[in-house]
């Protein structure tokens, strides 16, 4: 195992950018390249027929839809045929659709189905689904920007469609002036790749229409995919939470590390997942986690970060994901927001019983906790048990033990139960048992020789689709798998040290001299 977190650690070292960052591009799937094949297939610039071949032969490659969620299923099945020119309508009819959170989902699809001629299955009438987003557009809420861009988007589209030149123009006008100098929306190839029909549809022929096409064609990868967006500052709290307190670790790559966290803060105090984006309240919280006690990391920083939680809290005393007001409270951001002020308790006077009762009451109304940005057991179990203002009872937390009893008999954890054992999920069930106060070795050794026996010789691990985005579709990210799985090993060496001194670790972590317990050593 020690052999394992070194060649971990050696990776992390050497992956670590120049700025002090990690970031790793997310695997390929459908959404990305059908949506920019289909942009550039529409598109007059040079090269972009190439490109759009080139993103059709992955595509019909074998790329299956993702099959995890109903709405996950449909948006991929409706985009790999609209990018390839299959026959049939664009399904929308799953009662799934319906849900406010997932809806924006069905109308842009129904746009892409209306732009290229398709007939849609289930779903608002073409002149109903013009009235809705004429109605969304005038009175859109607080919608985060890339959220935004791609309503509009549709908007257009639909227009055009109808014949409206007046509407069109003026949605491509609005798109336009959310557009980067390097010609994309938010480094976003989904949003990107939807403002380049719309401004193909609307405004053909303008120099943002123009920089749209350019930026598709210079984002393709080798392989003809586009992928989702990078999380540069998602990622580096993430490394920093998982290997921080490895000797070379903090010798070598904290202190850039920290730096570039700090740099990262946005002039409202929060963090963004990605630099040149609004914050939002979970990288927020996980940042203040990250940099709690890290030298470098000012009082003032500190205090900004913990301010924009404080503003965010809603009246029930809950936080959403977003700042953006259609964005539910889900387990895994509540979690990290209260351990971050928790953390800090001596800079601020927000009260957290609420947040805690609310996630208390979660458990005991669904028998588990369900996590908003990853998909899985262990991450919510993981992330939501240091959130708990309670010690765990002497058998271990009930949502500990709950996941304990979904571990596979190759040793490792799936990320649902019934599944196949994965990296992250043992990492973050290991993670989880430690928080949660279960010792028995029983559990412990054979998750720790499954992650030791999946390492790759460079020090990675296998990885599969985890975190959201955009809901309900899921993205893997390399980085990620490998800190979810190193948090395990270091959560193993723990427990290792702490049982050959006869001591106990409490569900943070804490080491304090407890002797032997009913079950065996400590």
């Not at 630099?275 to 979970?282: F, I, K, Q, T, W």
């Not at 057991?377 to 010690?391: F, I, K, R, S």
């Amino acid at each position: 195992m020690n052999r394992s977190l070194t060649l971990a650690t050696r990776h992390a070292l050497t992956t670590q950018r120049d700025n002090g960052s990690w970031l790793a591009d997310p695997d390929p799937r459908i959404t990305e390249t059908a949506l920019c094949t289909l942009a550039l297939a529409r598109a007059p610039q040079p090269g972009a027929g190439h490109a759009a071949a080139r993103g059709r032969v992955w595509l019909a490659s074998g790329a299956a839809p993702q099959d995890h969620h109903p709405v996950a299923r449909a948006v991929e099945s409706a985009l790999l045929s609209l990018a390839l020119g299959a026959d049939g309508p664009v399904d929308v009819s799953h009662p799934a659709f319906e849900d406010p959170a997932l809806s924006a989902r069905a109308r842009l699809l129904q746009a892409l189905a209306l732009h290229t001629g398709r007939t849609v299955r289930g779903g608002a009438a073409p002149d109903a689904l013009r009235t809705q987003l004429a109605t969304a557009v005038a009175a859109p809420g607080r919608l985060k920007r890339w959220s935004s861009v791609e309503l509009w988007s549709a908007h257009a589209l639909v227009a055009v469609h109808h014949g409206d030149r007046q509407a069109a123009l003026q949605a491509a006008r609005t798109v336009a002036d959310q557009q980067s100098p390097a010609g994309d929306f938010f480094a976003n190839p989904v949003t990107t790749a939807l403002a380049a029909l719309a401004l193909q549809a609307a405004a053909p022929g303008t120099a943002a229409t123009r920089r749209c096409a350019e930026y598709l064609l210079a984002s393709q990868h080798a392989d003809g995919t586009w992928r989702f967006t990078t999380s540069d500052v998602w990622d580096t709290a993430l490394a920093v939470r998982a290997f921080r307190s490895a000797p070379d670790f903090d010798r070598h790559a904290l202190p850039a590390a920290v730096a570039y966290l700090v740099a990262a803060q946005n002039l409202d105090g929060g963090w963004p997942f990605r630099l040149g984006v609004e914050s939002d309240n979970d990288t927020t919280g996980a940042a203040l986690i990250a940099l709690d006690g890290a030298s470098g990391a000012s009082g003032g920083v500190i205090r900004a970060g913990v301010r924009q939680l404080a503003r965010q809290q809603r009246d029930d005393g809950l936080w959403r994901t977003w700042q953006s007001a259609g964005d539910p409270p889900v387990d895994d951001v509540i979690a990290h927001v209260v351990t971050a002020l928790a953390r800090h308790s001596g800079r601020h006077r927000v009260d957290l019983a609420a947040a805690r009762a609310w996630l208390t009451e979660r458990l005991d109304g669904q028998g588990r906790w369900h996590a908003g940005w990853y998909r899985g057991l262990p991450y919510a179990t993981a992330e939501v048990l240091p959130a708990l203002d309670a010690p765990a009872p002497p058998d271990g937390h009930p949502a500990a033990r709950e996941l304990a009893g979904t571990r596979n008999p190759d040793g490792g954890w799936p990320v649902e139960a019934g599944g196949p054992s994965t990296p992250a999920a043992t990492g973050l069930a290991l993670t989880a048992l430690e928080r949660g106060g279960l010792r028995d070795e029983d559990l412990w050794a054979p998750g720790l020789t499954y992650l030791v026996e999946t390492q790759r010789d460079d020090g990675t691990w296998p990885g599969v689709p985890l975190m959201y985005g955009p809901r309900p579709l899921l993205t893997h990210f390399p980085t990620h798998t490998h800190a979810f799985a190193v948090e395990g090993l270091f959560a193993g060496q723990r427990r290792l040290r702490a049982a050959a001194r006869g001591g106990c670790l409490q569900p943070h972590g804490e080491e304090l001299s407890c002797g032997r317990t009913a079950g065996g050593p400590a």
